[in-house]
């Protein structure tokens, strides 16, 4: 016997009805694949191109608390504004953001990279320097490959000096359609 | 000193025990009424979930919480002049089991403080979150029923 499909839903709803979970989660269709997107309280915790939850979960633990559950419906807002975002109809994500965890420096990385807009491209240096650390560029290049916001913290904007694509995490071939669907490529 | 089992993410809990609880929840008040005492089972899990020391026996502590919320939806089925109460279907768990003949007579709370103690060794915030109430009560409920458990050995 397994849990009817109907009481299973009931609780997940309830739960986050009551707000008694730390993080929601689902999975969101996506033309790069399916994306695992969970959101806490404070706003979108993670952002995964890796559809198996065991280690995101793990990370969404670290960052929002133990409770982590799924929950279509909590994650409804993040999914609409991604499907917009892929259906060409959205160029800037309103999404609230959960930082908790990241050193400073990430921080003020992540809030200059989220300034780089929709259909451009910065460089690893020049991001650097807008945080005040023109020699870090090394340094940001790994908060871009850590990055646990990625299409919503457009880490696929920025590329190496000589315009090579450099790298991504989720895989070069995700930074190329995202950089054509934003008509960059 | 062994490493704390660390708390694993709450979806992973519930998937590897939600199938269990509801089994049990069905054998003691029947299909029809299971399905709320599941869903305030895993609520309670939820809420208590945070205090956890450690990610040691969470399926004995997710079934204590079970048997206990059928234990408060009988009672309230006998308060509201229901039809009487079918008898409570023992599990077969080999240290429930050893303690549940000698703990039978207890009080429902006293009984599953014992247990949970004696039986399987949990900690007292865990019993505390199992029974819905604080860590110094779960101990009071513990040691009063050890205390009326002497009393009955020892005559």
């Known amino acids: 016997m397994t849990v009817p499909h109907d009481?299973?839903?009931?609780?997940?709803?309830?739960?986050?009805?009551?707000?008694?979970?730390?993080?929601?989660?689902?999975?969101?269709?996506?033309?790069?694949?399916p994306l695992?997107?969970?959101?806490?309280?404070?706003?979108?915790?993670?952002?995964?191109?890796?559809?198996?939850?065991?280690?995101?979960?793990?990370?969404?633990?670290?960052i929002a608390g133990p409770r982590v559950l799924r929950s279509p419906r909590a994650v409804e807002e993040a999914r609409r504004e991604?499907?917009?975002?892929?259906?060409?109809?959205?160029?800037?994500?309103?999404?609230?953001?959960?930082?908790?965890?990241?050193?400073?420096?990430?921080?003020?990385?992540?809030?200059?990279?989220?300034?780089?807009?929709y259909g451009t491209t910065t460089t690893y240096g020049a991001l650097a320097a807008r945080?005040?650390?023109?020699?870090?560029?090394?340094?940001?290049?790994?908060?871009?490959?850590?990055?646990?916001?990625?299409?919503?913290?457009?880490?696929?904007?920025?590329?190496?000096s000589g315009g090579d694509l450099v790298g991504y995490a989720g895989g070069l071939e995700r930074k190329v359609a995202l950089l054509q669907l934003e008509g960059v490529l | 000193m062994m490493q704390a089992v660390a708390i694993p993410p709450f979806e992973r809990f519930y998937e590897q025990h939600r199938d269990e609880v509801l089994r049990l929840l069905r054998r003691r008040l029947g299909a029809a009424r299971a399905d709320d005492a599941f869903q305030e089972t895993f609520l309670r899990a939820l809420q208590a979930y945070p205090r956890l020391a450690h990610g040691e026996h969470l399926r004995a502590?997710?079934?204590t919480i079970a048997r206990n919320v059928a234990v408060d939806a009988l009672r309230r089925q006998r308060a509201d002049g229901g039809e009487p109460a079918e008898q409570a279907v023992e599990d077969r768990r080999p240290a429930y089991?050893?303690?549940?003949?000698?703990?039978?007579?207890?009080?429902?709370?006293?009984?599953?403080?014992?247990?949970?103690?004696?039986?399987?060794?949990?900690?007292?915030?865990?019993?505390?979150?199992?029974?819905?109430?604080?860590e110094g009560a779960a101990r009071q409920a513990a040691s009063t029923g050890v205390?009326?458990?002497r009393r009955r050995i020892t005559p």
């Open chain 2, 97 to 134: 089991r050893e303690l549940a003949g000698l703990t039978d007579g207890l009080p429902p709370k006293e009984r599953a403080a014992v247990v949970l103690r004696y039986g399987y060794d949990l900690p007292y915030d865990q019993i505390a979150a199992a029974l819905g109430s604080s």
């Open chain 1, 131 to 160: 945080v005040g650390r023109p020699r870090s560029a090394r340094a940001v290049g790994t908060v871009m490959n850590r990055n646990r916001l990625p299409i919503v913290l457009p880490c696929h904007r920025v590329v190496g």
């Open chain 1, 7 to 33: 009481l299973d839903r009931r609780f997940r709803e309830a739960a986050a009805a009551l707000r008694l979970v730390d993080a929601s989660f689902d999975i969101v269709e996506s033309p790069l694949g």
């Open chain 1, 82 to 117: 991604l499907d917009e975002y892929f259906a060409g109809r959205r160029r800037v994500f309103d999404l609230a953001l959960d930082l908790r965890g990241l050193a400073s420096f990430t921080v003020s990385v992540l809030g200059e990279l989220a300034r780089v807009p």
């Open chain 2, 61 to 63: 502590w997710v079934l």
């Open chain 2, 147 to 149: 205390r009326r458990l």
């Open chain 1, 36 to 62: 695992l997107v969970a959101v806490s309280d404070r706003g979108l915790a993670a952002v995964s191109y890796d559809p198996k939850p065991e280690a995101a979960l793990e990370r969404i633990a670290r």
